[in-house]
């Protein structure tokens, strides 16, 4: 493989990894911990085949996207919005775990009469951080949202998807100061998440609401909105909002 010498497949071969498709396989943080992470995202790229012009154009994926489909037209901003906010969540991961970084970002909402609304925003720098992301989903999404309450109509899936990819830079020592910080701190999430699984850290946006179980794009389970709080372990609070699994 381009960019493996001697001495680093010697390496890599004493850490039970001695085959590409290993190196395919592994979470990017996982390899991070065995090498330099410059280097581990260096090897995911050259694993699946990015390293010359005509091969990153050809392999390189077109978008990273996220959708769910609610069993309710929901019109209830705050819940929508905590839910992108969670989708957008899996979208910076799945970029970040296959060393790809967006410029654009675009949002996707169909109304609950099967009109659909999509919106876009090209970024000012390529990013794979999760707040980023969201600031501009988020923007997107409130200014769309007027139409969702001028037409009456409740919104029936939501979607985010990230486009204009690249393979992800090594880090810039000169990035300004937040964005580092930013980005150490979404390096530990990452970890907790390899470790625990993706609902061990979610979006503060979660907490007022119950997370669902399951694969992305099934619909939510909607609960009465007035059901009074009953005893024991199994309570469940009133006027909750209904949950999707995303």
């Excluded at 979470?27 to 085949?49: C, F, I, M, S, W």
């Excluded at 993706?198 to 007022?208: D, E």
Aim: charged residues 30%; aromatic residues 4%; proline residues 7%.
């Amino acid at each position: 493989m381009p960019g493996i010498g001697p001495k680093t497949a010697q390496r890599l071969t004493g850490l039970g990894l001695s085959d590409v498709y290993q190196i395919q396989e592994l979470d990017l943080t996982e390899l991070e911990r065995l090498v330099h992470p410059d280097h581990a995202k260096l090897l995911k790229l050259r694993a699946h085949g990015y390293g010359g012009v005509a091969l990153r154009n050809s392999r390189m994926p077109k978008s990273v996207s996220r959708e769910t489909t609610l069993s309710t037209d929901m019109t209830d901003r705050d819940w929508l919005e905590g839910r992108l906010e969670l989708l957008t969540a899996r979208v910076a991961a799945a970029l970040r775990a296959d060393a790809l970084m967006a410029r654009t970002v675009t949002l996707k909402l169909r109304h609950g009469d099967f009109r659909t609304v999509t919106r876009q925003r090209t970024l000012g720098v390529p990013t794979d951080l999760d707040r980023e992301m969201w600031e501009a989903v988020r923007d997107l999404f409130r200014a769309a949202f007027g139409d969702v309450e001028r037409r009456r109509k409740g919104v029936r899936l939501i979607g985010v998807a990230a486009t204009n990819l690249a393979p992800a830079a090594p880090a810039d020592l000169f990035e300004p100061p937040d964005r580092q910080r930013l980005r150490k701190l979404t390096t530990a999430v990452d970890r907790a998440r390899s470790k625990y699984g993706f609902n061990a850290v979610t979006p503060g946006s979660q907490l007022r609401t119950r997370l669902g179980s399951g694969g992305e794009g099934e619909a939510p389970t909607a609960t009465p909105p007035e059901r009074p709080p009953s005893s024991g372990a199994g309570a469940r609070p009133a006027n909750r909002s209904p949950s999707a699994r995303i």
